[in-house]
Each structure stands twice: as structure tokens, then as C-alpha cells.
């Protein structure tokens, strides 16, 4: 596994911002020299062990903040826009990226906006003949797209709305009963009557009569989830507005798609509330179906809330979570660890989470390996949602849920397996175009970054060999 020096400039600056101290006083406090401080917030020198704990004693950061957030999210995501073949043979070398990322995190921002832009012009305009016949045909970036890019580089962790839901569900010492009676009462309190009926929408609200109706045909922590949604919209409307002005979206629609997002959020937060679900996932040692049954959620519920226990100062075991429906394509992706999905398409066919749907009802582990040498702990299952009667289409999805091995400890999932043999470590990657496997078998198309050699005398797993 490859050991990096720690770089956290960008980091070091916002926390001096923050605490409205000037470079020497700074400097100072963490018992340094002026110049050396400017050095580490240029990330000319990386941030010493000493600078480290004077960071955690004299303030009492969490310091595993200076090694997470943007920068290696917005390493991957650049690494695949410039894998686009627009770029043909510019990629630039991966020190350049990380350093752009980590010393100019808004330009970086503004590049990748720039290559989504282009993306989805050049979408629109291979369908021109059709997008001319519309009266409301015109370019712009996907509004999904920005929204899912909101959350994303949010850690999926958004406080101000977790800690409400936290409040909502009454501290520590919750459980699904007490739950749902506070959120019905919530709606009483407005004259709100709550009804089930035989309907395919899941959630129906009529402002005139004050009726929410749940359909009657999904679970019932659909059902609640649902109704804590409901909640979130009529009784955090200001709290939502407010994340939303800060978010600053560019459209309408990603505005009304992120609060949509926003109370989904709060609802899942209301169902498993931050201290007391970080506290059973600790004793359960994350068993999913433990929690499942404790918290009143579905799995996927569970595995996706799992993912964004990064408060600060309060931080769970960093998960990535992603969803994929039968063609492979992302349909949610987050992640707290090193390993980043890709923006566009679909996910590496290695991953065990494609296998799920072969087995429905049953976990699936794997032992995995990126090409950057980090190894995980992957665990994947089925969730396919029946339409709830006869004839009612089935969506099928899957999960993936994941940590770095070093987490092994921690997960229920990990016991017997061989952590310590590195021939049990399966190969995967990100996306064929930026991974640098030169012998995967699944490879779709060739790496951008690397040469080829095409043999008309010799036929191999490929086609080709990577130089």
C-alpha cells in the first residue's frame, strides 16, 4: 500500500480564515516558523506530525479532515473529464492534478463544470433534429448533475440538517415507534390527516384537504420514511431554504431537486439518528440486518445512512455506498474513503456488486484491490423493489457498501476472511479509460494514458497490449 506525505494547504488557510488569525499568529500557536507555514499552506512542504497535533490540542480539530474531503474527490473526477477523448493525449501528470486540486480547489471546480458543460452540449446536440422540434430545446447542464455534484462534494454529510432530524427524533434513546408517533403528531399539529390507500405513488399530499395519503402497497419503513419526508417539507421548509441559498444552484429545477434531496435526507436522519445509530452500528459491529430491525429501515436505507456518519469530531467508519441498476449504470454514488466512482457510466464489472443480482436475498464479500494499492472490504445485495400488485414492474438495483481493510476490525462481514494473503484481493478499478491494468480481462476499451500495441500475428485476451 502506498504511503503519501500529507499536503493540506487549502485546509490549513480555511481553518486560519476561520479563526480570524494572522500567519505569525497562527504560526505561533502551532509552534512553527512563519516561513514554514507559509510553506505548508502553499503545500510547498507537507503538514509535519508536530503541526498535526498542535492542530488537534491547541484546537481540537479532527485531524482526519486535513485527508479528507475535495481534493481526492476532485483528483478522480479530473482524472475522468480529461479521460474524455476531447483531450486526446493530455493528460497531465497525476502531481499536477493533485496540485491543482489542493492549491487551486476553484479552478479545478470550474474546469470540471466546464467539461460537464461540454458533455452535455455534445448530448444534445447529437440529437439536434429531435431537441429543433421542441419550443423548450436549449443547452445546459444537467440539473440532476449539479444537484448530485452538491452532495458529493458535501461529504453527503449536510450538519445543520442532520442535527435538526437528531432533535426531531428526540436524542439517544429513540426506536421506530416513538418515531413515528412524533412525526405524526408533527402533522396533527397542522390539521394534517394521515391516511394509507391502495396506490402506486408512494406519497400523495393534498394541501386543500390537508390528506397525506402512503400507499399501502410498499413496507412500512417506506411508509414512515415517507411521512418523515412529508414533515421535512412542511416543518424544516426554512431550514432547507436556507442550505439551499447557500448551494447557490444554477437552476429552478436543481433548486426543487435538491430539496426534494434535502428532506429525503432528513427523513433517513429521523429514522436513524446520528449519536444513537453511530452507537448501534459500533456495538453491531455494522450488521446491516441488526440495524435494519432496530431502526425500522430497509437495507439499502441502513448501507446508504452508513455512508454519511462524517461529522466532525464524531466520525463513523468512512463507507463508500454506491447503487447500480441491471445495466451497470450509477444511480447513487457516495463515498467517504479514497475510492471515487466514476461521474459517467457505469461501474468496474469486477466489483461483486454486479454478481448480487445472480443471488438475490443474500450478501455477497469481496476482497479488493484498487490500482492505487488500496485494499477494501466490499459487501453487495440485491434490493429490487416489487411494484406491489400484479403486473406492477420490479425495479431491480444493487448495493455496494465498502471500507478500507484497515476497518476490517469493525465489520461483522470481515470475520474469516483472509485479509492478510495478498492473492485474495480481487483487481478493480474506476473507469477503463483512467484505470492503468494492462492485463484486465474484463477491459472494456484501452487506458488513455498509455500506448498500444496491436499484433496482427498474436491474439490475446485483447486485442492489443498496453505499453
Given at each position: 500500500m502506498r504511503n503519501r506525505k500529507l499536503y493540506a494547504g487549502a485546509k490549513l488557510r480555511e481553518m486560519r480564515t476561520r479563526l480570524a488569525l494572522t500567519q505569525k499568529d497562527f504560526a505561533a500557536k502551532l509552534g512553527v516558523s512563519l516561513p514554514y507555514l507559509n510553506q505548508m499552506e502553499n503545500n510547498n512542504r507537507p503538514v509535519s506530525t508536530t503541526v498535526v497535533l498542535a492542530l488537534a490540542q491547541e484546537f481540537g480539530m479532527d485531524v482526519t479532515e486535513l485527508s479528507s474531503g475535495d481534493s481526492e474527490r476532485m483528483v478522480s473526477d479530473m482524472r475522468e473529464a480529461l479521460a474524455d477523448p476531447v483531450f486526446a493525449d493530455a493528460m497531465p501528470p497525476l502531481a499536477d492534478l493533485r496540485l491543482?486540486?489542493?492549491?487551486?480547489?476553484?479552478?479545478?471546480?470550474?474546469?470540471?463544470?466546464?467539461?460537464?458543460?461540454?458533455?452535455?452540449?455534445?448530448?444534445?446536440?447529437?440529437?439536434?433534429?429531435?431537441?429543433?422540434?421542441?419550443?423548450?430545446?436549449?443547452?445546459?447542464a444537467s440539473p440532476w448533475d449539479e444537484v448530485r455534484d452538491f452532495f458529493h462534494y458535501c461529504d453527503n454529510y449536510i450538519d445543520a440538517v442532520d442535527r435538526a432530524a437528531e432533535r426531531f427524533a428526540g436524542g439517544p434513546a429513540t426506536g421506530v415507534e416513538p418515531v413515528r408517533q412524533a412525526a405524526l403528531a408533527q402533522l396533527s399539529d397542522r390539521g394534517i390527516e394521515v391516511q394509507t390507500a391502495d396506490m402506486a405513488p408512494l406519497r400523495l399530499y393534498d394541501p386543500d384537504s390537508r390528506v397525506l395519503r402512503l400507499s399501502a402497497r410498499v413496507p412500512p419503513e417506506t411508509q414512515l420514511f415517507q411521512m418523515l419526508l412529508q414533515v421535512a417539507l412542511l416543518r424544516q421548509d426554512a431550514l432547507l431554504e436556507a442550505t439551499l441559498d447557500f448551494a447557490r444552484f444554477q437552476s429552478e429545477e436543481a433548486r426543487a431537486i435538491a430539496k426534494i434531496g434535502l428532506a429525503n435526507y432528513y427523513a433517513g436522519a429521523a429514522m436513524m439518528p446520528y449519536g444513537a445509530f453511530l452507537a448501534a452500528a459500533q456495538d453491531h459491529r455494522h450488521d446491516l440486518e441488526r440495524l435494519s430491525l432496530e431502526f425500522g429501515a430497509s437495507i439499502e436505507q441502513v448501507?446508504?445512512?452508513?455512508?454519511?456518519?462524517?461529522?466532525?469530531?464524531?466520525?463513523?467508519?468512512?463507507?463508500?455506498?454506491?447503487?447500480?441498476?441491471?445495466?451497470?449504470?450509477?444511480?447513487?454514488?457516495?463515498?467517504?474513503?479514497?475510492?471515487?466512482?466514476?461521474?459517467?457510466?457505469?461501474?468496474?464489472?469486477?466489483?461483486?456488486?454486479?454478481?448480487?443480482?445472480?443471488?438475490?436475498?443474500?450478501?455477497?464479500r469481496q476482497l479488493a484491490e484498487t490500482p492505487d494499492g488500496v485494499r477494501y472490504v466490499n459487501l453487495a445485495r440485491d434490493v429490487s423493489k416489487p411494484g406491489g400488485s400484479w403486473g406492477a414492474p420490479v425495479r431491480r438495483y444493487a448495493i455496494a457498501l465498502g471500507c478500507e481493510v484497515r476497518h476490517a476490525g469493525s465489520l461483522v462481514y470481515a470475520d474469516n476472511l483472509d485479509i492478510d494473503n495478498a492473492n485474495a484481493y480481487e483487481p478493480i478499478g474506476i473507469s477503463c479509460r483512467i484505470c492503468e491494468r494492462r492485463d484486465c480481462h474484463q477491459r472494456s476499451v484501452p487506458p488513455l494514458e498509455r500506448r498500444l500495441t496491436v499484433e496482427a500475428n498474436e491474439r490475446g485476451i485483447l486485442p492489443y497490449r498496453v505499453g
Open positions: 491543482a486540486a489542493s492549491n487551486a480547489p476553484a479552478l479545478a471546480r470550474a474546469f470540471l463544470e466546464l467539461h460537464r458543460s461540454y458533455r452535455q452540449s455534445h448530448e444534445r446536440l447529437a440529437s439536434l433534429d429531435e431537441a429543433l422540434g421542441r419550443e423548450d430545446a436549449r443547452i445546459q448501507a446508504h445512512r452508513l455512508s454519511t456518519l462524517q461529522r466532525p469530531g464524531a466520525k463513523g467508519v468512512p463507507f463508500f455506498f454506491a447503487r447500480v441498476d441491471q445495466a451497470g449504470t450509477i444511480t447513487k454514488r457516495h463515498s467517504a474513503t479514497r475510492l471515487q466512482f466514476a461521474r459517467f457510466g457505469g461501474a468496474c464489472p469486477l466489483w461483486n456488486v454486479h454478481r448480487a443480482f445472480e443471488t438475490p436475498g443474500r450478501f455477497l
